[in-house]
């Protein structure tokens, strides 16, 4: 044996103990992953029975009992959402996922607590075992839980919808229909003025589109246009909903409108912050549109030039404070209510991100208290957390400049600011 072998011999032996212990500690800490998640599990349901025991208690008696449990329910996960700055619908999906791991699976529960599976394991078993009917589930379990034990989750998924297929009393046409009523649009702002959207509906009409953008992405690109496939798959979809540009027309002219073109068949009611020094032409600071955050000026300007309803906001440059007068009345007028709007963003909650045109416009002192209608008084919120603001225990303290302090109903405080100026 050389000496250049017996080196590589006691280098190779070198990585595997190393490797043998970084797979030791990788499995260990995973292991108290799972352990965690387990106690978790635990304490969100034992927070959801907390909620309904009390509802009577701590839920105005003016909501009927059905109301006064949700109310409780939900008034608890925001409490805990923003002790550990989660939105609140994480908290309240997880509390659910909870409440049916630990009533509904305590083999699944007890497995988890032991390591031997992981939290997304058990997430798998739990989303499939909600449509397994309730004297099938013990055979559901026990058939799926060694699976998990033993494979990944994607393996365990596909095994787990099997066997759901297999026990599910309804056929798949009857719940074929009752998942389409969940069908919805999602929209979700991403960085340098991009977003994302995604569609859920049923699953020959996403076939259908991709089809159609799959076509007119491969037209576009035989004739010759040099975007990237990803590139043209995007675009003919913007084309599509926008345009109505299908394969048809694609066949007649090939190449795909690009995104600036596309840009032009917007028309919405936009409303977009400028800085003063940029609608003068002596700064470039990007413009803000309402609902997604900061795009550039000439994006902003091609959209406004279409849009059958524009407002313009314009904020003094050294401060970024919307230029609006108060009034000494209830009913807020329109331009107070979208300087508040535009001042505050989304719902002022803290973690709740609903968009502001789409929340009421709160007297953070109450009109009959002696609240005034201005802008050191009025606050966005949502109808979940303008209601929840009543609840015994909650407080909303309005301070100046738009800041605003929650305290919980368990003692807790939250502040929360206006987004400042973003540029």
Not at 99 to 120: Q, Y
Request: glycine share 6%; proline share 7%.
């Amino acid at each position: 044996m050389t000496e250049t072998t017996s080196a590589a011999i006691r280098a190779g032996d070198e990585y595997a103990a190393q490797l043998a212990e970084f797979s030791d500690e990788w499995v260990e800490l995973n292991r108290q992953q799972a352990v965690l998640d387990a106690r978790k599990a635990r304490l969100l349901a034992r927070s959801a029975a907390y909620a309904d025991a009390f509802a009577d208690a701590t839920v105005p008696a003016i909501f009927p009992p059905a109301e006064r449990q949700a109310l409780s329910r939900r008034s608890t996960c925001a409490a805990l959402a923003m002790a550990t700055r989660m939105p609140e619908q994480t908290v309240q999906r997880a509390t659910n996922d909870a409440e049916r791991l630990v009533n509904d699976a305590p083999a699944v529960l007890a497995s988890l607590e032991a390591g031997r599976i992981s939290a997304r394991h058990a997430q798998t078993i739990i989303d499939q075992l909600s449509d397994v009917p309730t004297a099938e589930r013990a055979v559901f379990l026990a058939e799926v839980l060694p699976v998990a034990e033993e494979s990944t989750d994607a393996n365990l998924r596909k095994r787990a919808r099997i066997l759901r297929e297999r026990l599910h009393p309804e056929s798949i046409t009857t719940r074929a229909v009752r998942s389409e009523s969940d069908r919805r649009v999602e929209f979700e702002a991403a960085a340098d003025g991009m977003a994302w959207v995604r569609l859920f509906t049923t699953a020959p009409i996403v076939q259908g589109i991709i089809e159609r953008v799959e076509t007119a992405a491969a037209e576009s690109g035989n004739a010759g246009d040099t975007r990237t496939c990803a590139q043209l798959q995007a675009d003919a979809l913007a084309a599509l909903a926008l345009t109505g540009v299908t394969p048809e027309s694609v066949m007649s002219s090939p190449v795909l409108p690009h995104p600036i073109e596309v840009q032009e068949h917007i028309k919405p009611t936009v409303q977009i912050t400028v800085p003063a020094l940029t609608v003068a032409g002596v700064s470039d600071a990007p413009a803000t549109l309402d609902g997604y955050g900061p795009i550039d000026p000439e994006t902003a300007a091609r959209i406004a030039v279409n849009a059958p309803s524009f407002t313009r906001i314009l904020v003094q440059p050294e401060t970024g404070a919307v230029l609006s007068v108060g009034r000494n009345q209830y009913r807020v007028p329109a331009d107070l209510q979208r300087a508040v709007r535009q001042r505050d963003g989304t719902c002022r909650a803290p973690g709740c991100g609903k968009r502001a045109r789409a929340c009421d416009l709160d007297h953070s002192v109450a009109w009959e208290d002696g609240g005034t209608t201005d802008v050191g008084n009025l606050a966005c919120l949502c109808r979940h957390h303008h209601r929840m603001k009543h609840l015994p225990g909650w407080n909303l303290d309005h301070q100046p400049g738009g800041v605003l302090d929650w305290t919980t109903p368990d003692g807790k405080h939250h502040r929360t600011e206006p987004d400042p100026a973003p540029f």
